[in-house]
């Protein structure tokens, strides 16, 4: 047996698995052999992994002794329970966004994998789009000069309940802040760090809804720079995804979402022309010129790819086998902690309508 391959299994053969997961997982395998899957009633990864293993249960999962790895892509509520048996079981682990319904799960995930010496990171894969390192690119060279202010907007058109049942159960872990609003909020925290202080609106807004399906929230940073984080899911006329605003310019962009679209078209992540957007996505960026003039331009996004992840995974499991005291997970656990609490504090700013600080 080759000692440096990962034996990966992932806790279902959904949605998730197909598009965000199993495509990367897949085209690594000088990393990863994809040895499980769970399927509760179907046998569907035979078709892609006729050699991979069916398990009926995560429980049976877990209990695995041939399993390294496993991925908790599972229905949100069950992220904590699940990462913790597969911690306590001896795996390392990857937590599908949101990490936990609360910080003290956060923080007892985190604990169990430092006691144990296990890898454990979130799968907070917004941070390898093309629209996102465009993004970073024009914070970290100030391209803008002093930042004022700034929208990231994550909306969706859905006046019907999910097909998805217990997406729309009032359960930990589910709603908008925790299914698209967590994404924004990872990128804020990568591009500005912890907010001082946080002001939100929540609420439900389709008659059927039982989860929070609007949401608006405002981070305050020391410098007098605020962020609107926005997400509804009765938006039929889609806006931009990110606008930043500075004492020498603007930065527009639309959201893309290249590598899902192209996913569910059966495109794989070795495809010559997978992760790149059409011209017609690109950002505007628009800039003081010597002369004091305003000048736009486009501002083309790198190639995406969630290969990036899974590359930066494989590297820490190999340097924590080989025993690194430290090594770089593609996703710091404290960062995703981070941002449940910044979540929670945007539940209790709508609850009392004030600011909370953080």
């Not at 936990?100 to 890898?119: G, P, Q």
């Not at 605020?226 to 889609?238: G, H, M, Q, T």
């Not at 590297?315 to 924590?320: C, D, F, L, T, Y």
């Given at each position: 047996m080759n000692t440096d391959i990962i034996r990966t299994a992932i806790c279902s053969y959904g949605y998730s698995t197909?598009?965000?997961?199993?495509?990367?997982?897949?085209?690594?395998?000088?990393?990863?052999?994809?040895?499980?899957?769970?399927e509760r009633h179907s046998s569907n990864s035979k078709e892609r992994h006729p050699s991979a293993h069916i398990y009926r249960s995560c429980e049976e999962l877990f209990a695995a002794e041939d399993i390294d790895l496993v991925v908790v892509n599972t229905p949100s509520p069950t992220h904590f329970d699940y990462a913790r048996r597969a911690l306590e079981a001896g795996k390392h682990v990857v937590v599908d966004k949101p990490f936990?319904?609360?910080?003290?799960?956060?923080?007892?995930?985190?604990?169990?994998?430092?006691?144990?010496?296990?890898?454990l990171t979130?799968?907070?894969?917004?941070?390898?789009?093309g629209e996102f390192i465009a993004m970073k690119q024009v914070v970290d060279q100030k391209f803008l000069s002093k930042l004022i202010d700034g929208e990231f907007r994550f909306e969706r058109f859905k006046n019907k309940p999910n097909p998805k049942a217990h997406k729309e159960e009032p359960l930990p872990g589910n709603g908008l802040m925790y299914e698209l609003c967590t994404h924004l909020i990872d990128q804020a925290l990568v591009l500005f760090g912890m907010?001082?202080?946080?002001?939100?609106?929540?609420?439900?807004?389709?008659?059927f809804s039982q989860i929070d399906d609007y949401c608006a929230v405002t981070l305050y940073y020391e410098n007098q720079f605020?962020?609107?984080?926005?997400?509804?899911?009765?938006?039929?006329?889609?806006g931009p995804s990110c606008i930043l605003n500075g004492h020498a310019g603007s930065f527009v962009k639309?959201?893309?979402?290249?590598?899902?679209?192209?996913?569910?078209?059966?495109m794989r992540p070795d495809d010559a022309n997978f992760g790149k957007e059409d011209a017609a996505t690109a950002a505007r960026l628009t800039r003081l010129?010597?002369?004091g003039s305003l000048k736009t331009t486009e501002y083309a996004s790198p190639v995406s790819s969630y290969k990036g992840f899974y590359q930066q995974l494989g590297?820490?499991?190999?340097?924590?086998r080989k025993g690194a005291a430290r090594f770089n997970v593609p996703v710091e656990p404290e960062d995703a902690l981070k941002g449940i609490r910044i979540i929670e504090a945007a539940y209790e700013s709508a609850r009392q309508r004030r600011v909370i600080d953080l």
């Open positions: 197909r598009i965000f997961h199993e495509p990367y997982i897949a085209s690594l395998p000088e990393y990863f052999e994809l040895k499980a899957f769970v936990t319904a609360t910080s003290e799960e956060a923080k007892t995930l985190i604990d169990i994998a430092e006691k144990k010496n296990l890898v979130v799968f907070h894969n917004r941070r390898w789009e907010p001082k202080s946080v002001y939100a609106e929540i609420c439900r807004e389709r008659e605020r962020l609107l984080i926005k997400s509804s899911l009765l938006v039929a006329d889609i639309y959201r893309a979402n290249i590598l899902e679209e192209q996913s569910v078209k059966g010129t010597a002369d590297e820490a499991i190999r340097a924590n």
